[in-house]
């Protein structure tokens, strides 16, 4: 029997559609979620950011490194596989 890659927990939509962990689309190219700058509603919304942020999923954390260069402190969590 093969290895139960995500855990024994219902596996995303994105880990349906691959069969994979979703860790293993880093290692396959460019990640569908990562379009090399912070998502167009959060720069939209960056102004009215004050206080500390969690990015929580943050992929490349782009949406962290746009915040945090307007002066956001910012906290980002990733997946303990990913290297």
């Keep these: 029997m093969a290895e139960d890659p995500f855990g024994?927990?219902?596996p995303t939509?994105?880990?349906r559609m691959t069969g994979l962990h979703w860790d293993?689309?880093?290692?396959?190219g460019?990640?569908?979620?990562?379009?090399?700058?912070?998502?167009p509603a959060i720069?939209?919304?960056?102004?009215?950011?004050?206080?500390?942020?969690?990015d929580a999923g943050c992929g490349a954390g782009e949406n962290a490194?746009?915040?945090?260069?307007?002066?956001?402190?910012?906290?980002v969590s990733m997946s303990p596989r990913r290297r």
């Design 13 to 15: 939509s994105h880990e």
């Design 65 to 75: 490194l746009h915040l945090a260069g307007l002066g956001s402190r910012c906290w």
């Design 30 to 39: 460019p990640v569908p979620w990562d379009f090399g700058g912070p998502q």
């Design 24 to 28: 293993a689309s880093y290692h396959e």
């Design 43 to 54: 720069a939209r919304a960056a102004p009215r950011f004050t206080g500390t942020v969690l």
């Design 8 to 10: 024994g927990r219902n």
